[in-house]
């Protein structure tokens, strides 16, 4: 298996920034696929959070376990069929660009959605398949899978922002709202326009954005 190349982000409209500040203070989280522990590292120390993991990599899951209460070393799919959960409950569970690496995302929806609070919420980040670059690669025949990004060639699944909900939805999950991630806002912060960028991307997210980032519910 590969090492993944993905590091944490300090960009304020990144993806992290963005599933960061929707977990309350003080909440219970399960972060799958927590790699070496950065978006645990910030929930304990500046929000309070109780935060455990879920990584298939010794190493990462290693790393992760010096900042985390518990740290399940195995793929998602092999820690709900083991139920090595069965005991826990939690007011917030982080999916950040994993369920498209996943032979059966749905099933993973279907079989988190008991871990979560009454009152708890998923935070999933999906990436857009639809996004601006990926129609002009196909507008002139190409589909080239890359090491990183939207064609990253690990994804098993590609989604639009139409068929992302309709995962979520299909589950028995009520998306409460949505934000989508693009680099116009970054671009736009350049010259002293960020909230044209907003705006844009916003209006067009199907266009614009590399991910959308969801918070869902139990119906």
Known sequence: MRESPYTFSAEPSGTHAIILSEVPPQSKVLDVGCAG?????????????????????????????????QVINAPIEKALNEGVLEEASF????????????????EVLQKLKKYLQPRGRMVISLPNVAHYSVRCSLLFGKWDMADSGILDRTHLHFYTFKSAQQLITAQGLHIERYRPRGDLERWFRKIGLEAVGKKILYFFPGLFAFQFIFVAENS
């Open 37 to 69: 522990g950065y978006l645990g590292e910030f929930l304990s120390t500046y929000k309070g959070c109780e935060v455990w993991g879920i990584e298939p990599r010794e190493q990462r899951a290693n790393t992760s376990l010096q900042i985390y209460k």
């Open 91 to 106: 007011d917030v569970i982080i999916l950040g660009d994993v369920l498209e690496h996943l032979p059966a995302p749905e």
